[in-house]
Antibody, heavy 124, light 106 residues
Framework: EVQLVESGGGLVQPGGSLRLSCAASGFTFSNYWMSWVRQAPGKGLEWVANIKQDGSEKYYVDSVKGRFTISRDNAKNSLYLQMNSLRAEDTAVYYC?????????????????WGQGTLVTVSS | DIQMTQSPSSLSASVGDRVTITCRASQSIRSYLNWYQQKPGKAPKLLIYAASSLQSGVPSRFSGSGSGTDFTLTISSLQPEDFATYYCQQSYSTPTFGPGTKVDIK
């Protein structure tokens, strides 16, 4: 069974830092792109960042570029999100998601499994 | 970035109703469109990928259609467990989500 379990959320002051972790199990972690997706309280979903299987490619939403860093440790089946210079608008539940691509009736790319999320609150 | 819109933003329906949700992309995304269901306090769940492919384990009352810029999610006969918020998401370029459609009980 595929499982993604996030941890590391909490309350942090504006300008502070936090590192989120996502522990993966039930699949060959090193074979998949992985993503972070966040959801502010009462709001919709926003993709934050993703990382290639070997960590050689990383992409970010504009609002976090230069502040957040995605990384992974395939030996530990773990995904990370280092968040620096946090702002109030970064307050959200952060989900890790498996990022899968393939061909069905056409080419596709989707988030097929999600963790339960970890809440990050940025407030003084 | 590609912008996604959904209509309606919310709807009230009864068990057994046929429900249709529309998603529109700001430019062609071919069939790179996914649909997710989210219940309060829970993670999103993939329902449909590649615009019309049903994710394994998802009931067949859910279906998707469309290509290019216009897409629909249809629930053929609404069940009590289907009351939730539904999001479309494009994966043609940097992923973006629609604002969501909340389906509640009439």
């Amino acid at each position: 069974e595929v499982q993604l379990v996030e941890s590391g959320g909490g309350l942090v002051q504006p300008g502070g830092s936090l590192r989120l972790s996502c522990a993966a199990s039930g699949f060959t972690f090193s074979n998949y792109w992985m993503s972070w997706v966040r959801q502010a309280p009462g709001k919709g979903l926003e993709w934050v960042a993703n990382i290639k299987q070997d960590g050689s490619e990383k992409y970010y939403v504009d609002s976090v570029k230069g502040r957040f860093t995605i990384s992974r440790d395939n030996a530990k089946n773990s995904l990370y999100l280092q968040m620096n210079s946090l702002r109030a608008e970064d307050t959200a539940v952060y989900y890790c998601a498996r990022d899968v691509a393939g061909y069905s009736s056409g080419w596709y790319r989707t988030f097929d499994y999600w963790g339960q999320g970890t809440l990050v609150t940025v407030s003084s | 970035d590609i912008q996604m819109t959904q209509s309606p933003s919310s709807l009230s329906a009864s068990v057994g109703d046929r429900v249709t949700i529309t998603c529109r992309a700001s430019q062609s995304i071919r069939s790179y469109l996914n649909w997710y269901q989210q219940k309060p306090g829970k993670a999103p769940k993939l329902l449909i990928y590649a615009a019309s492919s049903l994710q394994s384990g998802v009931p067949s009352r859910f279906s998707g259609s469309g290509s290019g810029t216009d897409f629909t999610l249809t629930i053929s006969s609404l069940q009590p467990e289907d009351f939730a918020t539904y999001y479309c998401q494009q994966s043609y370029s940097t992923p973006t989500f629609g604002p969501g459609t909340k389906v509640d009980i009439k």
